[in-house]
């Protein structure tokens, strides 16, 4: 059986690699000329490791990686709001390095630069669009889905560096900065405040961000102080809105930032293309009748990811609070909520694991749906 995965990021090398393991002849198309990522931090949640180990990679990441210890959100002078201490603590990154270790023997066909654009043209037993949030797969299916602004936008960069822990930091007019270690001696830090989008030089984009910051506590200016122009990236936060169906016909399935692009304030972007690549691919092991297994996909899948992008968004419309009065508000429920609280909320999100997908015949036995032949 041939799948064809439209894109080669993250979410779709991960489900190339999940069919490849369940025997599928697996062609990837990617529309850049090569293969190599740009890019700054990923949080790698608990239920992004389990996916992650799941295909055999998690060890490998893990080394390339940070631990997270520990964290919280502070005010702008230094003083915490909360502070979290996670049980499991996710592994922090560099994109390049995740996409690196996913293409390591790859069990696929890559073809690099090419585009596609004619969606209805390939030819395959299951096609994947893991294409981002600008996919031409989605476009040809579900034109209602539309990418949404969020008001907000981000500069980013992964600089050499040393800190203990991370953590994020709440600042006037909805301006936040945040940052944590990707290991061996290199941190990644993003800063977040309202649009628009900046066109200045990077080195003016760099001033700019010295300038607002410059009051806030260590090691914000340390971090800024250590960043060339060039690694600086900067872009607005968009999302997707609906979330798009996960599936269409028989043979078309999303996954990723195609589907459910969502903004980065939970950090579960990359951790929930991961979920979807497992999930696809257990639901197909080779041989599997492909219409059943995409049904089953699409249940699994876009309510929690839509749940998730959800709450993210609301997330970031507290924290990005710009009125003086506002901002006081969300502080105030920040510091009132306890911490312990504050983690539970981070690890449900984080719980799922590869034992929890469902495969057809247990979604029509939870139902109580009888097989064909009548048999229980």
């Given at each position: 059986?041939?799948?064809?995965?439209?894109?080669?990021?993250?979410?779709?090398?991960?489900?190339?690699?999940?069919?490849?393991?369940?025997?599928?002849?697996?062609?990837?198309?990617?529309?850049?000329?090569?293969?190599?990522?740009?890019?700054?931090?990923?949080?790698?949640?608990?239920?992004?490791?389990?996916?992650?180990?799941?295909?055999?990679?998690?060890?490998?990441?893990?080394?390339?990686?940070?631990?997270?210890?520990?964290?919280?959100?502070?005010?702008?002078?230094?003083?915490?709001?909360?502070?979290?201490?996670?049980?499991?603590?996710?592994?922090?990154?560099?994109?390049?390095?995740?996409?690196?270790?996913?293409?390591?023997?790859?069990?696929?066909t890559i073809r690099s630069g090419h585009p596609?654009?004619?969606?209805?043209?390939?030819?395959?037993?299951?096609?994947?669009?893991?294409?981002?949030?600008?996919?031409?797969?989605?476009?040809?299916?579900?034109?209602?889905?539309?990418?949404?602004?969020?008001?907000?936008?981000?500069?980013?960069?992964?600089?050499?560096?040393?800190?203990?822990?991370?953590?994020?930091?709440?600042?006037?007019?909805?301006w936040r900065f945040g940052y944590a270690p990707?290991?061996?001696?290199?941190?990644?830090?993003?800063?977040?405040?309202?649009?628009?989008?900046?066109?200045?030089?990077?080195?003016?984009?760099?001033?700019?961000?010295?300038?607002?910051?410059?009051?806030?506590?260590?090691?914000?200016?340390?971090?800024?102080?250590?960043?060339?122009?060039?690694?600086?990236?900067?872009?607005?936060?968009?999302?997707?809105?609906?979330?798009?169906?996960?599936?269409?016909?028989?043979?078309?399935?999303?996954?990723?930032?195609?589907?459910?692009?969502?903004?980065?304030?939970?950090?579960?972007?990359?951790?929930?293309?991961?979920?979807?690549?497992?999930?696809?691919?257990?639901?197909?092991?080779?041989?599997?009748?492909?219409?059943?297994?995409?049904?089953?996909?699409?249940?699994?899948?876009?309510?929690?990811?839509?749940?998730?992008?959800?709450?993210?968004?609301?997330?970031?419309?507290?924290?990005?609070?710009?009125?003086?009065?506002?901002?006081?508000?969300?502080?105030?429920?920040?510091?009132?909520?306890?911490?312990?609280?504050?983690?539970?909320?981070?690890?449900?999100?984080?719980?799922?694991?590869?034992?929890?997908?469902?495969?057809?015949?247990?979604?029509?036995?939870?139902?109580?749906?009888?097989?064909?032949?009548?048999?229980?």
């Amino acid at each position: 059986m041939h799948a064809i995965v439209v894109g080669g990021g993250i979410g779709g090398l991960a489900t190339a690699r999940g069919l490849g393991q369940q025997g599928w002849d697996v062609t990837v198309l990617e529309r850049q000329p090569d293969l190599r990522q740009i890019g700054a931090g990923i949080s790698l949640w608990p239920n992004a490791l389990r996916a992650l180990h799941h295909l055999g990679l998690g060890d490998a990441v893990e080394r390339a990686g940070g631990r997270i210890r520990g964290g919280g959100l502070r005010t702008w002078d230094g003083r915490w709001l909360s502070r979290v201490e996670l049980g499991a603590p996710p592994v922090m990154v560099h994109r390049a390095d995740l996409h690196e270790i996913l293409l390591d023997g790859l069990p696929a066909t890559i073809r690099s630069g090419h585009p596609v654009t004619d969606v209805h043209a390939l030819d395959a037993d299951l096609i994947v669009g893991a294409d981002g949030i600008r996919s031409a797969v989605r476009a040809a299916y579900t034109p209602k889905t539309k990418i949404r602004d969020s008001g907000q936008v981000s500069w980013r960069a992964v600089v050499d560096a040393e800190t203990p822990g991370g953590g994020e930091t709440m600042g006037p007019r909805g301006w936040r900065f945040g940052y944590a270690p990707t290991g061996h001696g290199t941190v990644y830090w993003y800063v977040a405040a309202p649009g628009p989008l900046r066109t200045g030089t990077p080195a003016e984009q760099l001033a700019e961000l010295r300038s607002e910051l410059s009051s806030w506590h260590d090691p914000v200016g340390r971090l800024l102080d250590a960043t060339p122009p060039e690694l600086l990236l900067h872009h607005p936060l968009l999302e997707l809105h609906p979330v798009a169906p996960m599936r269409f016909g028989e043979r078309v399935a999303l996954v990723g930032d195609a589907a459910h692009a969502m903004t980065p304030n939970l950090g579960q972007g990359a951790c929930q293309a991961l979920e979807d690549a497992v999930t696809l691919a257990l639901l197909l092991p080779k041989g599997a009748p492909v219409p059943p297994a995409l049904e089953v996909y699409d249940q699994q899948r876009r309510a929690r990811t839509a749940a998730i992008s959800r709450q993210s968004r609301q997330i970031g419309r507290l924290v990005g609070a710009k009125g003086r009065l506002s901002g006081a508000l969300v502080r105030t429920l920040f510091r009132l909520t306890p911490d312990r609280l504050a983690a539970a909320g981070a690890q449900r999100v984080a719980a799922w694991s590869p034992e929890d997908v469902k495969r057809p015949a247990d979604v029509n036995r939870d139902a109580g749906v009888r097989p064909a032949d009548g048999r229980r």
